[in-house]
Structures are given as structure tokens and as C-alpha cells.
């Protein structure tokens, strides 16, 4: 009997996990040809954030422990001839869900899956904290300011936490690979999948994610979330906002008002160093502080609240 495969796409967030997702995605067809399972139950359907598997999760973010593995992912998969499965959701790396990815990749083995390999990627940390923040703040109506949102989500921030559960849930079927290593990110995943030879095959896709959003553009939707406001309605007054003040966008701006915290000493970067197994100095890179550069957000704040004031003022009398 053949054997079968998964490959576990874990994130972490903002390392071109969209960019794997939506080639995935548009390709399903031409995979499954080559015997590569793209499943699509679970399935979150949106190019910009990435087709990706977090509905997979769903049920147990709203307390159901009935199974890890949701009835028509089940059944999808008992139907389907490939040998190979891909399946890709960074929210696996979220402390929260670990304990769903450990009963996840047990219960693919009951299903009749092998190997099941995880692949995660790293990012300098630094980097990672801003374009987390900033993400979360466009997309998922985050409300916390900077520092108090990088401190106040236990073991997102903390590599070796991260990489230690992976650890743990896939020994040595785990494949961490570091961000800054690789130019094209959806290359590397493909090369630890052993999958490399099916890429020239398959349709491209345009990046996702190409407007990333800046510290200012970051402080005017935060307020627009305090305020309660839609995604959309956020959206709408950020693009009045920049069309409006195009002298504070002339500025560079940050979100890091203070230096990082926590840090990290030593043994830490030894543990790290052993857990990821690579080299010392790509971990020193990987956790290297960078200079904090421009204004400080804060001092757009008053300007951005009167702005939104005004703004909802008109969006009422035009009602």
C-alpha cells in the first residue's frame, strides 16, 4: 500500500505565508494532477490575507472538542487519491492554538497519513513585531497601542516558547527555516516539502500584501478601532487621512518608542540556538535589535483624533 503524506505549513505570521497559500490555492488542480492535496474544506477564501486553512481551528476557538480534525476535511480526505496533503495555517503558531495542532497531527496519523512534517519560518524578531502589529491593526481591529500589544501576548514574541512546542509536537519532522536565508519564500517552503520539482508546473500568482501599511497609516486605523468604526469605514478615513495631511506622511514615523522588551541574554541564545538547530550567528541575526528610527507616532495622535472626529462628523450629516 502507498504510503501518505502531510506537510504542515504552521507560519509564522508575515514570512510570505500568503504568498504560499494563494499559489497553493490557484493550483489545486495542477497539484492533485501531480498527486498534492490542497484541501478545501477549511478554507479561508481571501487573497489578501491568504487562502488559508484557519477554519480548520474554528471549532475549538468556540469550545468544541468533538474531534481535531473537522468532518469534511475527514472526508475530503478519505475521497482523494493524493498521496501528499498540504495544508497551511499560521495561526498554528499562536501559543493558544498549539495544543489543537498536537491533537491535529495525531489524528492525521488515525486518518491513515504516514509522515506528517511541519515546516515554520522565522523572521528577525524585531521585524516580526512591527509587521504583526501593523497587520493586526489593518485587518483584525486591534486597538492596543504598540508596546502593550507586543507585551501583552505571552509567547507570540517568544521564539524559543514558539519553536520549543514545535519541537515537541513533531521532533524531528520539523523543518524551521529562517526568512532572511531566502529570497523567495514559497521556493524554500517547496524545497523543505520535496516538492521543488512541481514549481516550474504551476500558474503563477500576484504578491499578496503588496501595500504594506506604515507606522502613521498604523496609528490612523488603531484610532479609527477605538472608535469602533468597520474595517471598511477604517479604511475609507485612512485614505482620507493621507489625502488630507500629505505633510505628516512626508515624515518617517514609528510605533517603537522605547527599546525592546524583554531582552534576551546568553542562555537564552543558547536554548534558542539548540532548538532551532542553526548556526549562531543566523540566531544573533535573528534576534539583533534594530536602531529605533523616526518621530514618535505619539506625537500624531492629536492631529489623527480630530482628523477622525471631523471625518465621522461628515459620515453622520451625510446620512
Known amino acids: 500500500m502507498a504510503t501518505r503524506r502531510a506537510i504542515l505549513h504552521l507560519g509564522t505570521y508575515k514570512t510570505g505565508s500568503s504568498s504560499i497559500q494563494n499559489l497553493c490555492h490557484a493550483n489545486r488542480g495542477?497539484?492533485?494532477?501531480?498527486?498534492?492535496?490542497?484541501?478545501?474544506?477549511?478554507?479561508?477564501?481571501?487573497?489578501?490575507?491568504?487562502h488559508?486553512?484557519?477554519?480548520?481551528?474554528?471549532?475549538?476557538?468556540?469550545?468544541?472538542?468533538?474531534?481535531?480534525?473537522?468532518?469534511?476535511?475527514?472526508?475530503?480526505?478519505?475521497?482523494?487519491?493524493?498521496?501528499?496533503?498540504?495544508?497551511?495555517?499560521?495561526?498554528?503558531?499562536?501559543?493558544?492554538?498549539?495544543?489543537?495542532?498536537?491533537?491535529f497531527r495525531a489524528e492525521l496519523e488515525d486518518l491513515g497519513i504516514d509522515h506528517v512534517t511541519g515546516v515554520a519560518v522565522f523572521r528577525r524578531l524585531v521585524d516580526y513585531k512591527v509587521s504583526h502589529y501593523r497587520e493586526f491593526t489593518l485587518r483584525q481591529g486591534n486597538k492596543i497601542a504598540y508596546e502593550r500589544y507586543i507585551l501583552g501576548t505571552p509567547g507570540m514574541f517568544d521564539y524559543l516558547f514558539v519553536a520549543r512546542n514545535f519541537r515537541a509536537i513533531f521532533g524531528a519532522d520539523l523543518q524551521l527555516l529562517d526568512y532572511a536565508a531566502s529570497e523567495d519564500s514559497v521556493a524554500a517552503f517547496f524545497a523543505e516539502a520535496?516538492?521543488?520539482?512541481?514549481?516550474?508546473?504551476?500558474?503563477?500568482?500576484?504578491?499578496a500584501n503588496v501595500r504594506p501599511i506604515r507606522a502613521l497609516g498604523t496609528e490612523a486605523m488603531r484610532q479609527a478601532n477605538l472608535e469602533g468604526l468597520p474595517r471598511e469605514k477604517g479604511q475609507a478615513f485612512?485614505?482620507?487621512?493621507?489625502?488630507?495631511?500629505?505633510?505628516?506622511?512626508?515624515?518617517?514615523?514609528?510605533?517603537?518608542?522605547?527599546?525592546?522588551?524583554?531582552?534576551?541574554?546568553?542562555?537564552?541564545?543558547?536554548?534558542?540556538?539548540?532548538?532551532?538547530?542553526?548556526?549562531?550567528?543566523?540566531?544573533?541575526?535573528?534576534?539583533e535589535p534594530r536602531p529605533i528610527e523616526g518621530r514618535?507616532?505619539?506625537?500624531?495622535?492629536?492631529?489623527?483624533?480630530?482628523?477622525?472626529?471631523?471625518?465621522?462628523?461628515?459620515q453622520e450629516t451625510a446620512v
Open 296 to 314: 514618535p507616532v505619539s506625537e500624531a495622535r492629536p492631529v489623527i483624533k480630530r482628523a477622525l472626529k471631523d471625518w465621522i462628523a461628515t
Open 52 to 103: 488559508r486553512h484557519r477554519n480548520m481551528i474554528i471549532p475549538f476557538m468556540k469550545g468544541s472538542t468533538s474531534s481535531y480534525v473537522i468532518e469534511p476535511f475527514k472526508a475530503e480526505l478519505e475521497a482523494s487519491p493524493a498521496s501528499s496533503l498540504i495544508v497551511s495555517n499560521e495561526s498554528w503558531s499562536h501559543p493558544r492554538h498549539m495544543p489543537m495542532l498536537g491533537g
Open 238 to 287: 485612512l485614505a482620507r487621512f493621507r489625502d488630507e495631511h500629505p505633510d505628516l506622511h512626508a515624515h518617517d514615523w514609528t510605533e517603537r518608542e522605547a527599546p525592546e522588551r524583554p531582552s534576551y541574554g546568553s542562555a537564552y541564545r543558547r536554548a534558542l540556538t539548540q532548538t532551532l538547530g542553526w548556526a549562531p550567528e543566523a540566531v544573533e541575526r535573528l534576534l
Open 194 to 207: 520535496g516538492l521543488s520539482e512541481l514549481l516550474p508546473g504551476l500558474k503563477p500568482v500576484p504578491p
Open 30 to 50: 495542477r497539484l492533485l494532477k501531480q498527486g498534492v492535496l490542497y484541501p478545501k474544506s477549511g478554507l479561508i477564501k481571501d487573497a489578501v490575507i491568504g
